[in-house]
């Protein structure tokens, strides 16, 4: 597609479930970002893969939170016994490789967790 | 560690009138700048950037801003504001000396209201 693309746009959970968020980048961009945004803040980092590997996943909050990228495109956010704290927007982007381009954002995945 | 700084929640202006939002940065080195706008329900959308070069950079929908080093600012401004600027505006830094990689650290956002 043209532009980087999540999967559900909106997600409705149970406390203590599972769920898995999905983005498809923009086809060529070997940097992907997951972003998580609470209402009234701005997006806050949560990792970073340069292909297939996780460059930096310091913005994690936690092990419950994990996300892969086996084939250097398409990613998954997994997010294991999801708490009411984790219900926020969800956004990926994407970038090529050269550092001095801008990030290309999805609408983002509305996760609510009741 | 990078930071950015957007001092006002909520700009008011006028339409027609000229239009500032606010941001400040720090990071260790020489930044990469960004602005980003998001409407209701949407996506971030990229307006501009500053990498290096000229000072004044020019972006989408007729919006600019100035990289000042000595203030570490990268204020956003329009000449003339219209109704549909109204939205959610971010500023956002890269530290390029931050080991190789590209975490982009954003603001907490300014809320734009163009008053018809």
């Known amino acids: 597609g043209a532009g980087v693309s999540q999967t559900p746009s909106n997600k409705v959970t149970e406390k203590g479930k599972y769920v898995e968020l999905r983005c498809d980048p923009i086809s060529g961009h070997t940097a992907l970002y997951w972003y998580r945004q609470s209402l009234g803040q701005g997006p806050e980092f949560l990792i970073y893969?340069?292909?297939?590997?996780?460059?930096?996943d310091s913005g994690l909050p936690n092990d419950r939170f994990f996300a892969v990228r086996p084939e250097g495109s398409v990613s998954t956010l997994k997010i294991q016994r999801t708490e009411r704290g984790d219900s926020a927007v969800y956004l990926c982007a994407s970038s090529p490789s050269d550092r001095n381009t801008e990030a290309f954002f999805g609408q983002g995945t509305r996760l609510t967790v009741v | 560690a990078q930071s950015v700084a957007q001092p006002e929640d909520q700009v008011n202006v006028a339409e027609g009138n000229p239009l500032t939002v606010k941001c400040t940065y720090s990071v260790s080195g020489n930044p990469y700048l960004f602005w980003y706008v998001q409407y209701p329900n949407r996506g971030l959308q990229f307006l501009l950037k500053y990498i290096t070069g000229d000072n004044l950079v020019k972006g989408s929908y007729g919006f600019e801003a100035e990289f000042n080093k000595s203030q570490t600012s990268f204020h956003l401004k329009k000449p003339s504001a219209l109704v549909s600027d109204s939205a959610l505006y971010f500023c956002a830094v890269r530290d390029p000396n931050s080991g190789g990689y590209q975490k982009v650290t954003f603001g907490t956002g300014t809320k734009l209201q163009v008053i018809p």
């Open positions: 893969f340069q292909g297939t590997g996780a460059a930096d």
